[in-house]
């Protein structure tokens, strides 16, 4: 946390803004007073930006803190571009528990939520986080990586609409199809035969055509043959086959649209990636490709002074889990509140690793052995890379198993002994 920026006397006026589609309810406290005044503000970028223009000229552009309940979004992509403005996101769980110390009733209204905010970030300014923004290529990767998951997200939704679709009238595709339903062939199998009436009236010379083009190996091509030949079909409904089949065309057509964005997004992930200063670091850990590295970059970025040790990635990521303790109890629970995407980036890395890594397989083997299930096996050892990772960062060194195996054999580490089992 920033000491300058967490000092109450650097502001010269405190707000709290309750955001929505639509509105936004702002209270505003200037420093030394306990008067706030109210605004509304409709949300349209002629109307924000006239208002806080306006607001930076009746300050003199002074430094402002202002608390919002979100760190991401469209207004906080506007309010970043105002150099006088100071963000300090607040947990939507952490007002709710202040608002309850008011109201019993834990009764929700907008403008009362605005005035709590500026109450907060007027009294506990020590307490709060401010929006650091990171560097364009940093920026640039966590975007692109987002956005990648979500669409890859999109297909996966998709091939499993599919899936259901096809099991109620032509389930041979899905046998010849096998796991990869989304892949360009399958679709553009789809798109050519939607039926099961379509492909077993197909000649084997046009079948072959077909799957040559889709460049199958002739093994693959003789086997799927052999499948359409001696498949029956699950209804001769004339009527549902056809009608059934203009949603398959669909779906696989939007499942090749799809792939081909994502093949748009590695490209460009890969070329920015490449470009960045410390994109080195994350492309030489195990397993991790471009893709991995660059959700993992546009975690760190490129300042320092982001994370002072890896138990503050812990924390930040949601890996860490919250320990309670009170009397005699003690309980170590799963953190809930965290970036969902950047925790979901460590833990999935961390099962990549498996494959690649000698200490994360033999880790993760201990840990199963000693009871654990796979994800709290997975999550300890994304949290033990958080630790490795952070230190590579810290020092802008590429990460080496070499040199971390010789550190384990220094330390007689326990999984040195998994190691040679595994080995």
């Given at each position: 946390?920033?000491?300058?920026?967490?000092?109450?006397?650097r502001?010269?006026?405190?707000i709290?803004?309750?955001?929505?589609?639509k509105k936004?309810d702002?209270h505003i406290?200037?420093?030394?007073?306990?008067?706030k005044k109210?605004?509304e503000?409709q949300?349209?970028?002629?109307?924000?930006?006239?208002w806080?223009?306006?607001?930076?000229i009746?300050?003199?552009h002074?430094?402002i803190?202002?608390a919002?309940?979100?760190?991401?979004?469209p207004?906080i992509?506007?309010l970043v571009?105002y150099?006088?403005l100071?963000?300090f996101?607040?947990?939507?769980?952490s007002l709710s528990?202040?608002?309850k110390?008011?109201?019993?009733?834990?009764a929700?209204?907008?403008v009362?939520d605005?005035d709590l905010?500026?109450?907060?970030?007027?009294t506990h300014?020590?307490r709060?986080?401010c929006i650091?923004?990171?560097d364009?290529q940093?920026?640039?990767l966590?975007?692109?990586?987002?956005?990648?998951?979500?669409?890859?997200?999109?297909r996966v939704?998709?091939s499993n609409?599919l899936?259901?679709h096809l099991k109620?009238y032509?389930?041979l595709?899905?046998e010849?199809?096998g796991?990869e339903i989304?892949?360009?062939?399958?679709c553009e199998?789809?798109l050519?035969?939607?039926?099961?009436?379509?492909?077993t009236h197909?000649?084997?010379?046009?079948?072959r055509?077909?799957?040559?083009?889709q460049?199958?190996?002739?093994?693959t091509?003789?086997?799927?043959?052999n499948?359409?030949r001696?498949?029956?079909?699950?209804?001769t409904d004339?009527?549902l086959t056809e009608?059934m089949?203009?949603?398959?065309k669909?779906?696989?057509?939007?499942?090749?649209d799809i792939?081909?964005s994502?093949?748009?997004?590695?490209?460009k992930i890969?070329?920015?990636?490449?470009a960045h200063?410390d994109?080195?670091?994350?492309?030489s850990?195990?397993?991790?490709?471009?893709i991995?590295?660059?959700r993992?970059?546009?975690?760190?970025?490129?300042d320092r002074?982001?994370?002072?040790?890896?138990d503050?990635?812990?924390?930040?990521s949601g890996?860490?889990?919250i320990t309670q303790k009170?009397g005699?109890?003690h309980?170590?629970?799963?953190?809930?509140a965290c970036?969902?995407f950047?925790?979901q980036t460590?833990?999935?890395?961390a099962k990549l690793?498996?494959?690649h890594?000698?200490?994360?397989?033999?880790?993760y083997t201990?840990?199963?052995?000693?009871?654990k299930t796979?994800?709290?096996?997975l999550r300890?050892?994304?949290?033990?890379?958080?630790?490795?990772?952070?230190?590579?960062?810290?020092e802008?060194?590429a990460?080496?198993?070499?040199?971390?195996?010789k550190a384990?054999?220094?330390?007689?580490?326990?999984?040195?002994k998994?190691i040679t089992?595994?080995?």
């Amino acid at each position: 946390m920033n000491n300058t920026l967490n000092d109450p006397s650097r502001y010269c006026a405190f707000i709290g803004i309750d955001w929505a589609d639509k509105k936004h309810d702002i209270h505003i406290m200037e420093n030394g007073s306990k008067v706030k005044k109210h605004f509304e503000v409709q949300h349209h970028p002629k109307k924000l930006t006239k208002w806080f223009d306006e607001l930076g000229i009746r300050y003199n552009h002074c430094p402002i803190a202002v608390a919002i309940e979100t760190s991401r979004g469209p207004l906080i992509n506007f309010l970043v571009q105002y150099p006088f403005l100071t963000l300090f996101p607040v947990n939507p769980l952490s007002l709710s528990q202040y608002r309850k110390s008011f109201r019993v009733s834990s009764a929700i209204d907008d403008v009362n939520d605005s005035d709590l905010l500026c109450e907060m970030v007027a009294t506990h300014l020590d307490r709060l986080s401010c929006i650091k923004q990171d560097d364009q290529q940093t920026r640039e990767l966590r975007l692109l990586s987002e956005q990648r998951r979500k669409i890859v997200q999109q297909r996966v939704d998709i091939s499993n609409a599919l899936k259901a679709h096809l099991k109620q009238y032509f389930p041979l595709a899905i046998e010849l199809a096998g796991d990869e339903i989304h892949s360009k062939s399958v679709c553009e199998f789809l798109l050519r035969f939607p039926t099961h009436e379509l492909i077993t009236h197909a000649t084997d010379q046009k079948i072959r055509t077909f799957y040559r083009k889709q460049r199958c190996w002739k093994k693959t091509i003789d086997k799927n043959i052999n499948i359409i030949r001696n498949a029956k079909p699950l209804t001769t409904d004339s009527i549902l086959t056809e009608t059934m089949a203009m949603t398959t065309k669909l779906y696989a057509q939007m499942l090749l649209d799809i792939t081909n964005s994502v093949q748009e997004y590695d490209d460009k992930i890969h070329g920015k990636l490449s470009a960045h200063p410390d994109g080195f670091i994350f492309k030489s850990l195990p397993g991790a490709g471009s893709i991995f590295a660059s959700r993992i970059t546009s975690v760190y970025g490129c300042d320092r002074s982001k994370f002072n040790a890896s138990d503050d990635v812990q924390k930040h990521s949601g890996v860490a889990p919250i320990t309670q303790k009170s009397g005699n109890k003690h309980i170590v629970m799963f953190r809930i509140a965290c970036p969902k995407f950047i925790r979901q980036t460590f833990v999935e890395f961390a099962k990549l690793s498996i494959q690649h890594s000698i200490w994360a397989r033999a880790f993760y083997t201990m840990k199963i052995d000693r009871g654990k299930t796979r994800q709290m096996a997975l999550r300890a050892l994304a949290f033990k890379w958080i630790r490795i990772i952070t230190k590579c960062w810290k020092e802008r060194k590429a990460y080496d198993e070499l040199i971390y195996l010789k550190a384990l054999q220094k330390r007689k580490s326990p999984i040195l002994k998994y190691i040679t089992a595994t080995s």
